[in-house]
């Protein structure tokens, strides 16, 4: 029988040991910007959550947010991509669709992620902020958490009219080929790379799943948009060449009105 994951698979914290475990204290700290914790809950790499499990979770989130809202500048949250619930699907598209039920549209929420993770338009489009780990193995995770910490503080002190936006690529490929050390992955990442650079993304990532799980393409990037005109050469950018296939991708943009 497939393993199930309930409360006792988990390693959960919650006020303190809760901020000490997201890694970037300090990042909001030298930003002059107070955390309010919420939970920490991780099973690693297991199976399907049962939903009352997964119900506990989510509730720790809410209650958090309810209860100090009207505080809130914004929501950072690390989220992996790829739980499966009972009964729900995808469990950070329903922790994200949550919370903005409460918190409405323009709150920035800002999400640290993994490139495994599956994404869909519903889960980009909650977002201000999205980024993924470049590297596989995950020797970066903790400088995007810091990145994407920095982001928010950053977005926080001088706000944007932010909008994520996903895009689907012509590409498949299998979980195999996405060490980041190899082609095509190392080339992927150097154009990531090369995109930030433009004063008008905000960040750039990309994210793959395993084929015998699903067999889509997705990435994400972030840029500011100012004017329509800007939308419109963005549009006339030269794409990425590689050889057509099957697949999705997906982007997410930061847009300053």
């Not at 309010?36 to 099973?43: E, G, H, L, R, V």
């Not at 949550?98 to 980009?124: F, K, M, S, T, W």
């Amino acid at each position: 029988m497939p393993l199930k994951n309930d409360i006792t698979n988990y390693v959960i914290t919650v006020g303190e040991d809760c901020i000490y475990k997201m890694q970037v204290e300090d990042i909001f700290a030298d930003a002059g910007i107070e955390v309010i914790p919420s939970i920490y809950a991780t099973a690693g790499a297991s199976g399907v959550i049962q939903k009352e499990t997964f119900d506990y979770i989510e509730a720790c989130f809410l209650r958090a947010v309810r209860e100090h809202q009207a505080e809130l500048d914004g929501i950072y949250l690390h989220l992996h991509g790829a739980s499966e619930v009972e009964e729900i699907g995808s469990g950070e598209r329903h922790i994200l669709a949550a919370i903005r039920q409460i918190v409405g549209p323009h709150l920035p929420i800002a999400v640290c992620c993994d490139p495994h993770g599956n994404l869909c338009r519903e889960y980009v489009e909650s977002t201000q902020i999205i980024r993924s780990y470049r590297e596989s193995p995950h020797t970066d995770s903790l400088d995007t958490m810091c990145k994407v910490a920095s982001m928010l503080c950053e977005l926080v002190k001088a706000w944007e009219n932010i909008h994520a936006v996903y895009r689907k690529l012509p590409l498949i490929l299998g979980g195999e080929q996405s060490v980041s050390t190899d082609e095509p992955v190392k080339s992927i990442n150097q154009y990531m790379d090369e995109l930030e650079k433009d004063p008008r993304i905000r960040s750039a990532s990309w994210h793959v799943d395993y084929i015998a799980t699903i067999p889509l393409w997705r990435a994400a990037a972030s840029w500011p948009y100012p004017r329509r005109r800007q939308i419109r050469s963005m549009r006339r950018r030269s794409p990425t060449r590689w050889r057509p296939m099957c697949g999705t991708s997906a982007m997410s943009f930061i847009i300053p009105a």
